[in-house]
């Protein structure tokens, strides 16, 4: 199979001005033009020919010759048309890859990896656009697409809040969620010059890899997700308050009292010192005690 001919600057440019193509800010558009992060996020991905990758914003092509070297296959979905018949160019050495012309929060991902892969498990790898990180990654997890790995690039600061725990600033619902589902591994930093046009904030490579059974067990997970919700809301408040204040939740003061004190917890807690283990367990003392 062909060598990747993209991730340099030059071939970039060239490409673009062949096709006289204009960046658009409202998608998120910063291409990789650089091989050493190209190959680092392929190694750490880890995929073999075995694997179906699913790509998320491929732009012209530069990650998708990587993936399809390395892949079985390769889906890679792009929201802008006009990157469509440059895709068709820069990738049409590879017989492995498929260019989907869609808004990836519009696809049902699940059912994809149900056509595509006979329903086993996928691998994500993408340079995220940045202004929907959490809900492409949280849509990934919920709407249970299978799933072996997330490799993807984002901002730096968002990789660090997927990665923390309890009592840092960092720490909050996306924090819970992510790994709820998978185990966060921050592969590399990568600064702005790798990129064209170079983004304003520094990006992070971050790997998730999915859990086949989650480290905690809750009856019902979507209050758990609403209790995560309403602790963070109110930042500077306790726990307490949060949860007696979110619309979402409709707890009386002396539950939410009651169940507080069942951690062995001081009234005056903040959300931000909880473990996942302790809004699992905050969750179902809900759960088994009182009805809503
Ligand atoms: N993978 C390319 C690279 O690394 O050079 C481009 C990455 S760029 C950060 C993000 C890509 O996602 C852009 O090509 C953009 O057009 C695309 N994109 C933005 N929003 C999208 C959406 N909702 N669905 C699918 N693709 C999207």
């Not at 060239?14 to 998608?27: G, I, M, R």
């Not at 018949?85 to 990836?104: C, F, G, K, M, Q």
């Not at 307490?240 to 917890?265: M, V």
């Amino acid at each position: 199979m062909k060598e990747p001919t993209l991730g340099n600057p030059q071939n970039t440019i060239e490409v673009l001005q062949k096709y006289q193509f204009n960046f658009q800010k409202k998608f998120g558009q910063n291409f990789l033009i650089d091989t050493h992060v190209l190959d680092k996020i392929i190694r750490s991905a880890d995929i073999t020919k075995e694997d179906m990758v699913l790509e998320i914003g491929p732009g012209i092509g530069t990650m998708t010759q990587y993936l399809a070297q390395a892949a079985g296959k390769v889906i890679a979905v792009e929201i802008d048309k006009n990157l469509i018949p440059i895709l068709e160019d820069t990738l049409s050495a590879y017989e492995n890859v498929r260019v989907i012309n869609e808004d990836v929060l519009k696809v049902d991902l699940a059912e994809l990896a149900e056509k595509e892969n006979g329903g086993k498990p996928i691998k994500v790898v993408a340079n995220l656009p940045y202004y929907i990180t959490t809900p492409i990654i949280m849509g990934l997890f919920e709407n249970h697409v299978p799933l072996k790995s997330i490799t993807v690039m984002v901002q730096k600061e968002v990789a660090d809040r997927m990665q923390v725990g309890p009592g840092t600033k960092d720490y909050g619902a996306l924090s819970l969620a992510v790994q709820y589902y998978a185990k966060p591994y921050i592969v590399a930093n990568v600064p702005p010059n790798c990129f064209m046009p170079r983004p304003k904030v520094g990006s992070a490579v971050i790997r998730l890899d999915r859990y086949e059974h989650t480290p905690v067990q809750v009856q019902d997970e979507k209050l758990m997700f609403r209790i995560i919700r309403a602790s963070f809301n109110q930042r500077r408040k306790t726990l307490a308050n949060g949860l007696k204040n979110s619309p979402e939740l409709n707890f009386s003061k002396e539950q939410i009292e009651e169940a507080i004190a069942s951690l062995g917890k001081g009234a005056s807690v903040r959300g931000e010192a909880l473990t996942l283990e302790e809004f699992a367990d905050l969750t179902n003392y809900f759960s088994h005690k009182f009805k809503e």
